[in-house]
C-alpha cells in the first residue's frame, strides 16, 4: 500500500516494473538514428529535390536546343566561316562590315517599315473588333471562331492568295482599282507598294489573334465601371476612350512589344511573296528583312560567320524592345501608384 502511495505522488515505481520507454524517436538508439530517422531525411530529400526533378526537363532542353546555338552562334559571329571550311578568327570584323554593308542598313530600315505599316493597323482593328465582340451579339461563339481563322491558316496558302490577289496583270486589286478610274500598280517591283501587299497579309493573319487577345482582357473590366460612367452620361464612345482602354493598357503594351517582336523575325510572309527573288527581298532588295539577309548570307552565299553576326544584331534588337517594356511597365506602375 505503501509502495502504490509513493508511485501515485511521484515516487520510484515498483522493483517489479519494467522501465519506462522515452517517447522520442531514435532515443533508444546512442546515434538517433532508425527507421523514423531514416524517413525523415528522405522526406527532406524529396521536398527538396522533387521540384528541381520537374523542371529538370526544361532546363536540359533549353540547354540542348536553346542556350547551346545561342552561344554557338555567338562564337561563330567572331569568325571568318565558310561552307565546308574551317573557322578564322577574325573578332569583330563580321559586325564592322556589316555597319558598313548598304543591304544591312537596306534591310534593317525595310524590316522597321514593314513593322510599323503592318503593327499599328493589325492592333487598331483587332481592337475594334475586341471591342464589337464584347458586345452580347447574336452568334459571338462563331465569330470569335471566325477571327481566328485566318491564325490557322498556313503562312504558305495565305502568302500564294495574296500574290494572286496583288497580281499586276490579273489580280482582284489592280481590278478593283481600274474599275473606279487608277492606273494598275506593280504590287512587286516597286518599294512601298511591295512592302504595303505584305503588310497586308501580316495584318490579316494576327488581327484575329490579337482581337481575342483583347477581347479576353475586356471581359475582365467590372462591369461596376461601365455601369458608373453610363450613370454619369458617358456614351458608348467615351466609356471605350475613359473605361475600356485605360483598363486594358497593360495588355495593349503586351501585344504592341508581341508584334514588334513578330515583325523584326518577319521571315515566310516576304519570302514567299518575292517567288524566285523572294530571298532576296526582291529584285533590287525593296523588301528584304534582316531574317532574309541572314538566310541569304548563311545559306545561299555560306557567309556562315556574317549571318550568325546579323542574327545576334537581331537578338540584341530584341533585348533593346524588351528593355524599353520594362522602362514603359514600370513608369506606368509608378504613375498608378502614385
Not at 533549353?62 to 578568327?89: I, K, M
Not at 502568302?159 to 490577289?165: A, E, H, N, S, Y
Not at 521571315?267 to 531574317?291: A, C, H, K
Amino acid at each position: 500500500m505503501a509502495t502504490s502511495v509513493r508511485a501515485r505522488k511521484g515516487g520510484s515505481a515498483s522493483p517489479d516494473a519494467p522501465p519506462a520507454r522515452s517517447s522520442r524517436p531514435g532515443a533508444h538508439r546512442p546515434d538517433g538514428g532508425g527507421p523514423s530517422a531514416l524517413r525523415r531525411r528522405l522526406y527532406r530529400w524529396d521536398l527538396k529535390a522533387t521540384p528541381y526533378a520537374f523542371v529538370a526537363p526544361f532546363f536540359l532542353t533549353f540547354a540542348a536546343f536553346g542556350l547551346f546555338p545561342l552561344l554557338y552562334t555567338g562564337w561563330l559571329s567572331l569568325n571568318r566561316v565558310e561552307l565546308g571550311g574551317d573557322p578564322q578568327w577574325k573578332g569583330l570584323e563580321n559586325y564592322t562590315d556589316l555597319a558598313g554593308s548598304e543591304f544591312f542598313w537596306n534591310a534593317l530600315v525595310n524590316t522597321f517599315t514593314i513593322g510599323v505599316i503592318s503593327t499599328v493597323p493589325q492592333l487598331l482593328m483587332a481592337l475594334g473588333l475586341a471591342h464589337l465582340l464584347n458586345y452580347k451579339l447574336r452568334g459571338r461563339g462563331f465569330f470569335r471562331v471566325a477571327v481566328l481563322a485566318p491564325y490557322a491558316t498556313s503562312i504558305a496558302a495565305a502568302t500564294l492568295v495574296f500574290t494572286q490577289l496583288f497580281n499586276k496583270d490579273y489580280g482582284l486589286i489592280n481590278s478593283a482599282l481600274g474599275a473606279v478610274g487608277f492606273d494598275p500598280v506593280d504590287w512587286e517591283s516597286s518599294k512601298w507598294p511591295a512592302q504595303i501587299a505584305i503588310s497586308v497579309i501580316v495584318t490579316w493573319r494576327w488581327t484575329g489573334y490579337n482581337a481575342l487577345i483583347y477581347l479576353a482582357a475586356m471581359q475582365a473590366v467590372p462591369q461596376d465601371l461601365y455601369e458608373a460612367a453610363a450613370l454619369d452620361g458617358a456614351s458608348r464612345w467615351r466609356q471605350f476612350l475613359s473605361v475600356t482602354i485605360p483598363s486594358i493598357r497593360p495588355t495593349i503594351l503586351f501585344t504592341i512589344i508581341v508584334s514588334t517582336i513578330g515583325a523584326t523575325q518577319l521571315f515566310g510572309e516576304p519570302m514567299l511573296y518575292g517567288g524566285s527573288v523572294g530571298i532576296s527581298g526582291g529584285s533590287g532588295n525593296q523588301f528584304q528583312t534582316l531574317s532574309l539577309l541572314m538566310y541569304e548570307k548563311g545559306w545561299v552565299t555560306g557567309a556562315l560567320g556574317q549571318a550568325s553576326a546579323i542574327a545576334w544584331v537581331m537578338l540584341l534588337l530584341l533585348l533593346l524592345i524588351g528593355g524599353v517594356q520594362s522602362l514603359v511597365t514600370r513608369a506606368n506602375r509608378k504613375k498608378l501608384g502614385g
